[in-house]
């Protein structure tokens, strides 16, 4: 049984690097830059009772690759970090830090004001403040009887 459990391990050792290989055209824009394809930021979303936070961790990339879109309920930050290699070729032994294209896209929720958003690039921290909506309001319809008295 161990010896069979081994020569399994083995099998999957040997086409590991294969299965890799196969997929570096779909999930690498420029493989010698090592930039990787459309990347997620770190995010926190947070709330205060006035408002709500969007914390984007986006350090190198500067204000004017980055687009703040709010479309159908949701808010699309996208745009872009250069790569910080300037070498011609260069070959990685670690590689954490993505470049190239990013994108997050978050639901809001009906209760936020979509006209009151503000953004502020600071330190590599892109701040989204989205002011929440006071409570609804109630509008009487009031019935024009003058009208009726004209038919």
Same mark, same amino acid.
């Given at each position: 049984m161990a010896v069979h459990l081994i020569?399994?391990?083995?099998?999957?050792?040997?086409?590991a690097p294969r299965k890799?290989?196969?997929s570096e055209p779909y999930f690498y824009n420029d493989i010698d830059s090592g930039c990787v394809g459309?990347?997620?930021p770190n995010t926190d979303i947070f709330e205060t009772s006035?408002?709500? #936070? *969007?914390?984007?961790e986006l350090a190198n990339v500067s204000r004017?690759?980055?687009?703040?879109?709010?479309?159908n309920g949701k808010l699309n930050i996208s745009g872009v970090r250069e790569s910080l290699h300037v070498d011609d070729q260069v070959y990685f032994h670690q590689m954490e830090i993505h470049c190239g294209e990013f994108s997050k #896209? *978050?639901?809001l929720p009906e209760t936020?004001?979509?006209?009151e958003i503000t953004a502020v690039l600071s330190d590599g921290i892109l701040d989204i403040r989205i002011s929440k909506q006071s409570k609804p309001i109630e509008i009487p319809i009031v019935i024009d009887t003058?009208?009726?008295?004209?038919r």
């Open positions: 020569r399994v391990l083995r099998e999957m050792t040997d086409m890799v290989a196969a459309a990347w997620e006035r408002e709500v #936070i *969007i914390r984007l004017e690759n980055i687009s703040i879109i709010v479309k #896209i *978050i639901a936020l004001e979509h006209n003058s009208r009726e008295s004209d």
